[in-house]
């Protein structure tokens, strides 16, 4: 079930590129879906270099094509987008739509037009998403100035946008692995997920995501895909690991909000690809000297784990959706997470659970 | 988003008229007095509804329970042991006169309590939308 990590670093031994006038496009497989990703800005090829792309994997869909094209236009005016009468509109403001870490950073506005999905981010770009037939574009005023931290955030969700027809779904979570058995950790921004995170992985765990987890409802069976990006941490959340608060020169950069490293730089172990899940936790932090688990109802597993109505652009996705979290929180153990000062000790809470499973 | 057990308000929600027996319905256990002849003609005819699930709503079962998720807004649903009970009966081909007598004969409730939970029940999933609107 698990496999080698493709480190970023050495994607081009994986990927193919090929160059016509100022077009790029880069050939990854995901998971062994047909990738594409074409660009005419270097300032914009970074957002799909930024993160681990995965190969050598038996093709789960073959044949099927995703496209991913970004693009630099001079306005809004330059979009070559146009919308229907029967447009709608899903959602307008600033929640956020896909992993926790861009909760300030999409003020847009999502809109539904005939199976597309149409996503104005205010000031930047415009992303438009036709998941059915496995093709994104994006379309962006200055992507130049934009931080790359920005720009790896709009080709995730174009990609995450992408792979929910293939039965593939984004979940709010971090991921680990441990010996073949998947961990997720669930919950809104500030709960002490990547604490969570960060405190299994120097135990030995095996990285598979943060912020934002991939989901692959295989009909008889279930497995969580490694959808890496760099690691996010609070000040407040460096301050209880040594190997990052004293680590010299620092393996910190500064994101836009908070820093950030690379998984494979601080810890030895390499990444996994792919794990069935076994284990649910919602943590949240408290002030208590011990953490403890508390079993979690598997409806209420449920409902935290569904993303926000106003988001639901397709009902039968939705139904798909659906039935695919239902099948997660039946097959997995639910545990809300009581997560108190003893931050480094939480494997010793955790292992003997998993390894039960 | 997250609705709870149904049973805890449904004497709350409902009104009197159906908590009270209805000649029509012919369940050995009710009657109804003369003096409630009205509410009873409405009874009789809302007893012979067949209500039927709405295709846009997806149920799971989940420890006892059941999970509804309406397709259209998102919103979930949880239906404690009866509600699950009575959802599995709305098939749009059961009276709810015959959901009632199914009801008694699986949970062993009273007549009554078995009566008012079916009633609650349906009408306040007709008032969601999670019956076909042709039905209820």
Redesign the interface.
């Known amino acids: 079930m698990t496999g080698k990590r493709v480190c970023p670093r050495t994607l081009t031994a994986q990927t193919s590129m090929t160059t016509t006038a100022n077009l790029h496009e880069h050939r990854f497989s995901f998971h062994g879906l047909d990738l594409r990703y074409r660009t005419s800005m270097p300032s914009l090829l970074s957002s799909a270099t930024a993160w681990g792309v995965y190969s050598q994997r038996d093709m789960p869909d073959a044949g099927s094509q995703l496209t991913i094209h970004f693009e630099e236009v001079p306005d809004r005016r330059a979009v070559p987008v146009s919308l229907s009468s029967s447009a709608r509109r899903l959602f307008s403001g600033t929640r956020p739509v896909l992993g926790n870490s861009m909760r300030a950073l999409w003020h847009c506005e999502i809109l539904e037009d005939g199976g597309r999905l149409l996503v104005d981010v205010r000031g930047q770009g415009v992303l438009m998403i036709d998941a059915q037939r496995g093709n994104a574009q994006g379309y962006f005023f200055r992507p130049s100035a934009m931080h790359r931290d920005s720009l790896d955030m709009y080709f995730r969700y174009a990609l995450s946008e992408l792979l929910r027809p293939k039965n593939i779904f984004a979940l709010d979570s971090t991921a680990l692995e441990l010996h073949g058995r998947g961990v997720l950790i669930a919950g809104h921004s500030g709960c002490g997920k990547t604490t969570a995170l960060l405190s299994l992985l120097r135990s030995g765990y095996r990285y598979l995501s943060d912020d934002t987890s991939l989901l692959w409802d295989r009909g008889a069976g279930m497995e969580v895909l490694a959808f890496p990006a760099t690691i996010e941490v609070a000040d407040r959340t460096v301050a209880f690991f040594p190997e990052l608060r004293d680590a010299s020169p620092s393996p910190l950069r500064q994101g836009i909000y908070k820093k950030s490293f690379h998984a494979e730089e601080i810890y030895p172990v390499t990444g996994a690809r792919s794990c069935e899940p076994t284990m649910i936790l919602f943590p949240q932090v408290t002030n208590m000297p011990h953490s403890c688990l508390e079993p979690l109802?598997?409806?209420h597993a449920?409902?935290a784990l569904?993303?926000?109505?106003?988001?639901?652009q397709n009902?039968e996705l939705?139904?798909r959706e659906?039935?695919a979290l239902?099948r997660l929180?039946?097959r997995s153990a639910s545990y809300r997470l009581h997560f108190g000062l003893d931050v480094l000790d939480l494997p010793s809470l955790i292992t003997p659970l998993v390894e039960r499973h | 988003?997250?609705c709870g057990s149904r049973l805890t308000d449904q004497s709350a929600s409902w009104p009197q008229p159906f908590s009270v027996p209805d000649a029509d319905t012919d369940c050995p256990e009710k009657s109804v007095p003369p003096t409630q002849e009205p509410d009873a003609a409405h009874w009789g005819k809302m007893m012979r509804l067949m209500p039927a699930r709405n295709p846009?709503v997806?149920g799971?079962p989940?420890?006892g329970?059941t999970?509804l998720?309406d397709?259209?807004?998102?919103?979930?649903h949880?239906l404690n042991s009866l509600g699950t009970a009575i959802w599995e009966q709305c098939t749009g081909s059961a009276t709810l006169h015959e959901i009632h007598r199914a009801i008694c004969a699986r949970t062993g409730l009273s007549s009554d309590r078995a009566h008012d939970g079916v009633v609650s029940f349906i009408s306040q999933w007709s008032h969601e939308g999670l019956l076909s609107s042709d039905t209820v």
């Open positions: 109802s598997k409806g449920l409902e569904m993303p926000q109505p106003s988001f639901f009902e939705a139904k659906f039935l239902s929180v039946q | 988003m997250w846009l997806q799971v989940m420890e329970d999970i998720f397709l259209r807004t998102g919103r979930l949880r």
